[in-house]
């Protein structure tokens, strides 16, 4: 067996270690350059993803989602008509009064009032669709296809990090907190109005504390503090 001083920084060795200055950390090494269960150390570096550390902040988070549909002729009136994919039912905190459609070299966009987000009653299979009613001065016909979009969720003033920090993107999560003496703590956190981007947190974080981007992989255990 033989030795060989790892890729990693002092500052995240001292950050585990809870000491700080110049810790130097050690792999034990077997002949083929493997660690003690067998994984080469060459492919843990490559794998590895040094966290950078990021403040959480006061922001308005806005998420507005677009779909792809078509308009349809119910009762004599037109509707506009989407189906929602199920991973975006999570971004609806609120159901939109209005929407935004965009008929597919038709009309200019136009406001949709009325809208509903619920299961087709008529699909054994459950799609949930999001339908508003078309003006009636618009000038429309059954099976044009269409753009829509709807603000599903804002907040103002809201404690925000990015959503890379976050285990998870809807109700509960966790986030590594990074205290003032570099010590990570891997707490709680409730989510609120997710864009893509950044998220709300409305429980377990104040605006200023600071945190580990991206988190650690729950399901890997990557930079996972245990």
């Known amino acids: 067996m033989r030795l060989q001083r790892s890729g990693l920084g002092l500052a995240a060795v001292a950050a585990v270690c809870g000491v700080a200055g110049g810790i130097a950390s050690w792999a034990v090494l077997g002949a083929d350059g493997s660690d003690g269960a067998g994984a080469p150390v060459q492919q843990q570096r490559e794998n590895h993803v040094e966290p950078a550390v990021v403040t959480a902040r006061t922001a308005d988070v806005s998420s507005v ?3 792809e549909g078509q ?8 509707t ?20 935004k459609v965009k008929i597919v070299d038709g009309p200019e966009p136009f406001t949709c009032t009325d809208v509903t987000v619920g299961a087709d009653p ?21 099976g ?27 109700g ?15 707490r709680e956190v409730t989510v609120g109005v997710v864009n893509g981007v950044a998220a709300q947190v409305t429980k377990g974080l104040a605006v200023g504390e600071k945190v580990q981007d991206p988190v650690a992989d729950a399901l890997t255990g990557q930079g996972d503090i245990g």
Not at 71 to 78: C, D, I, L
Not at 122 to 142: I, Q, R
Not at 144 to 170: E, F, I, M, N, W
Request: proline letters at 9%.
């Open 65 to 67: 989602l677009t779909m």
């Open 71 to 78: 308009v349809v002729k119910e009762s004599g009136h037109y």
């Open 80 to 99: 506009a008509r989407a189906v929602v994919a199920p991973a975006h039912l999570y971004r609806f905190i609120e159901t939109p009064p209005t929407a």
């Open 122 to 142: 008529a699909d054994p299979a459950g799609e949930v669709l999001l339908t508003c009613a078309v003006p009636a001065d618009v000038k429309v016909f059954a």
């Open 144 to 170: 044009l296809p269409l753009k829509v979009a709807v603000r599903t969720g804002h907040a103002a003033d809201a404690v925000t990090v990015p959503v890379s920090a976050l285990s998870g993107t809807t």
């Open 172 to 186: 509960t999560a966790h986030v590594t907190v990074v205290g003032a003496d570099g010590r990570p703590e891997r």
